[in-house]
Structure formats: structure tokens, C-alpha cells
């Protein structure tokens, strides 16, 4: 089954940068969508990047600008810069894979749509 293992995160302060890494094993499919999702207390997850296998990216409104979502298939990581960080990302990162399968557009930043997550890094920014 697939595994997912999260790092990069910690303490940064507002305007600076940070970049998550997710290293994945566990599965050998051609067609795939891996991302990263964040939640903080009392709320829903909240999909923010999401990269397919044929390296097409996705990003919600709360980070667009201002982060990058990339895939080493060599290394079999995904990584998730982030830049000019504000308080409001401060947050659980999660890891998320469906693999072996696509995600209909609509779906793609829906946490419904993941079958596969990461113990999560956590991210401050102060």
C-alpha cells in the first residue's frame, strides 16, 4: 500500500520560506494525483496543491502565487515550496496520494477524493 512520509516543516517567520518534501513508496501506478491538504483546529481540510502524473498542477486561491508543487520521479518525493508565508498558513500539512486513478477537476482539492495520507508536518508562521 502506498506510504507517505512528510518533512520540511517548523517555525518561520511571516515573509519568509519553507519547502515540504514527501517522500512516497508503496506503489508502482502510471496514473496518479498527489498533493498536499493543511487543517488547523476546528477546521475542514483544505486541499491546496495538487500535481498529477503528467505533471499538470493545481492550486487553491489561499496559496496561489505563492507556492510551487513538484515531483521528482526519479526520487519519488513531492515537494511543496512555499514563499512569502503568512501567519494564516500556519497549519498541519498533510501528504495525499490516489493512485492508480484521476480525479475529475471538480474533486481535485476535495479531501474525499484521497485515499492515501501522511502523520503530517506541522508549519508556524509568526
Known amino acids: 500500500h502506498v506510504q507517505l512520509v512528510e518533512s520540511g516543516g517548523g517555525s518561520v517567520e511571516a515573509g519568509g520560506s519553507l519547502r515540504l518534501s514527501c517522500a512516497v513508496s508503496?506503489?508502482?501506478?502510471?496514473?496518479?494525483?498527489m498533493g498536499w491538504f493543511r487543517q488547523t483546529a476546528g477546521k475542514e481540510r483544505e486541499g491546496i496543491a495538487v500535481?498529477?502524473?503528467?505533471?499538470?498542477?493545481t492550486y487553491a486561491n489561499s496559496v496561489l502565487g505563492r507556492s510551487t508543487i513538484s515531483q521528482d520521479f526519479l526520487e519519488n518525493v513531492v515537494y511543496l515550496q512555499m514563499n512569502n508565508l503568512k501567519p494564516s498558513d500556519t497549519a498541519m500539512y498533510y501528504c495525499?496520494?490516489?493512485?492508480?486513478?484521476?480525479?475529475?477537476?471538480?474533486?481535485?482539492?476535495?479531501?474525499?477524493?484521497?485515499?492515501?495520507w501522511g502523520q503530517g508536518t506541522q508549519v508556524t508562521v509568526s
Open positions: 508503496g506503489y508502482t501506478y502510471s496514473r496518479y494525483c
Open positions: 500535481i498529477d502524473s503528467d505533471d499538470i498542477a
Open positions: 495525499v496520494a490516489a493512485a492508480g486513478r484521476e480525479i475529475p477537476a471538480a474533486q481535485i482539492l476535495s479531501a474525499k477524493a484521497y485515499d492515501a
